[in-house]
């Protein structure tokens, strides 16, 4: 069995997808959708940024998306390949309603675009941050969060992959958390270049005005099975797609416990889809013997 893994925020970069889209006519046409969906030039900035515009979360998340199903469009006309589970960490999981049918890439890109506005203006910079931390066990370091909190907010954020855990809340809170962590054995614990503190209680008014833009979408049935974030299991009911994704906001990305979800249902690959290799180096850490793959370019296109 095969399953479809699209990345998150952090993936972009300048030039992405321009290969792609000089190449073949499907991932031009998936640029073109997004410029018109939209009304500005997404193409232009994800081919050529600058990087600046690119960090920019309200723009991150629709080039990134963007980027992808663009990407999955080429592999299904070259490969012929189908999924039978697919998955995105965070942002990557609308890419991943997109490939399951259930969401239209304009309405998708469309909500993004607007999901990461209301993510940057949920929390004022400064006052948000994100931390890795690397080799701790999850119920310690869960623990360091609520001892570090004092009366703010720090919680889990990812679940990556094992012994790499992201935490996020009030900057004064992650970095007691931080201090907390290496006190009690983490190998390392840093704080990450985020504009804003994602998948913890500070982002819930982002989620309530998400609710309203996707109460205005239409979701269509699922032809493939979506391994959602908040609860590592299949969802393949369209009616709590909506629900799912506004929980999304403020709730931890269970990415290993999704990835072995998989595997204990008969995954025996993967193909990262979208921009770089994050995924498939999770995926090796959560189970070594794992074959990955990834598609962004002509070169790996041809490898797969």
């Not at 709590?240 to 025996?268: F, N, T």
Request: glycine share 8%; charged share 20%; with cysteine.
């Amino acid at each position: 069995m095969l399953a479809f893994i699209f990345p998150g925020q952090g993936a972009q970069r300048a030039g992405m997808g321009k290969e792609l889209s000089e190449n073949f006519a499907v991932a031009r046409e998936v640029f073109e959708e997004a410029n018109d969906a939209l009304g500005f030039d997404v193409a232009k900035m994800c081919f050529e940024g600058p990087e600046e515009d690119l960090k920019l979360t309200a723009n991150t998340q629709p080039a990134i998306l963007t980027m992808s199903i663009a990407a999955l469009r080429v592999l299904q006309q070259e490969t012929g390949l189908a999924a039978d589970y697919v998955a995105g960490h965070s942002l990557g999981e609308y890419s991943a309603l997109v490939a399951s049918g259930a969401l239209d890439f304009a309405d998708a890109v469309r909500v993004v675009r607007q999901r990461g506005t209301f993510m940057q203006q949920a929390v004022p910079v400064g006052e948000g941050a994100m931390a890795a931390v690397l080799g701790i066990e999850s119920d310690k370091l869960e623990a360091i969060c609520v001892e570090a909190a004092q009366g703010e907010v720090v919680s889990t954020a990812n679940y990556n992959s094992p012994g790499q855990i992201v935490i996020a809340g009030n900057t004064a809170a992650v970095e007691r958390a931080i201090d907390l962590a290496k006190q009690n054995g983490a190998k390392k614990a840093m704080s990450l270049p985020v504009s804003a503190p994602f998948h913890c209680a500070l982002m819930q008014p982002a989620g309530e005005q998400l609710k309203t833009v996707l109460d205005l979408v239409d979701v269509s049935e699922l032809a493939i099975p979506v391994v959602t974030n908040v609860e590592a299991s299949a969802n393949t009911d369209s009616g709590r797609v909506k629900e799912l994704l506004v929980s999304q906001v403020s709730a931890p990305v269970c990415w290993d416990s999704s990835v072995r979800y998989m595997i204990d249902h008969g995954v025996e690959r993967f193909i990262e889809i979208g921009p770089g290799k994050v995924l498939c180096g999770l995926s090796r850490r959560i189970e070594r013997r794992m074959p990955v793959a990834n598609i962004e370019n002509i070169a790996s296109l041809k490898a797969l």
